[in-house]
């Protein structure tokens, strides 16, 4: 079989696991989700801003999340980082801790040599934890990746954990881990910490790092609400 070919399988399968994305936005009552805005303001010359927007709905076994994040920052007032992250990722729960999944992610970054990054995946996924207090998830994947100059298959790994330290404040880690034969490896971790009154309102601490191939960290304050 060609390569040509398997690609083609390869969305095909990816593609059909997706389409239930359709079925959940008649269903919006099932949803829950945050947004934030935030930014780090060191001196008039040094300054940050982002915001994100997750939401995730669930239908029996289904279950279908959307994320998007942007940031924005300048260093000596000269812009250093100009990033837009979306993903949408449909889990199917076949057993108690177990799950398969189809993922489509889109990476915008504007000082990125080799253009925007657009992969499709398929993968197996293993809650580790699941308590009151602690969750954790460990997901791989296979996907396609395209760039300007890229088009090959991809191994992807992404490890989840959330920790509700009390009621009201929670530590969440998302890692995610990517490598091919031709393209550089891709690092992206976020961690964050917010505290949610009882109306949804949070505020909290976040940090992101990128390795794409070269490192960025991003340090904000950020506000939001929660639903």
């Keep these: 079989m060609s390569d040509q070919q398997i690609e083609k399988y390869f969305k095909i399968a990816v593609g059909s696991l997706l389409i239930l994305f359709f079925g959940f936005l008649a269903n919006p009552l099932y949803g829950s989700g945050s947004a934030k805005l935030g930014g780090t303001f060191i001196n008039s010359d040094s300054a940050s801003v982002n915001g994100s927007l997750d939401y995730q709905w669930e239908m029996d076994k289904w279950q279908q999340t959307l994320e998007t994040d942007y940031v924005y920052k300048e260093e000596d007032n000269e812009e250093i980082l100009n990033e837009f992250v979306f993903n949408t990722k449909s889990n199917y729960t076949f057993a108690p801790k177990q ?129």
């Design 99 to 227: 799950y398969v999944f189809g993922i489509v992610g889109y990476d915008y970054d504007k000082f990125r040599a080799d253009g925007d990054r657009k992969v499709l995946g398929i993968g197996y996924g293993y809650k580790l934890l699941r308590t009151e207090r602690i969750k954790a998830s460990n997901e791989f994947s296979l996907a396609t990746l395209q760039t300007d100059s890229i088009n090959e298959m991809i191994y992807r790994n992404s490890l989840w954990f959330s920790f509700k330290i009390v009621d009201r404040v929670t530590f969440t880690n998302k890692f995610l881990y990517e490598e091919g034969s031709d393209s550089d490896v891709y690092i992206r971790n976020e961690t964050a910490l917010n505290y949610t009154f009882d109306n949804g309102i949070l505020f909290g601490l976040s940090n992101t790092y990128t390795e794409d191939p070269i490192d960025t960290n991003v340090l904000s304050f950020n506000v939001g609400v929660k639903w």
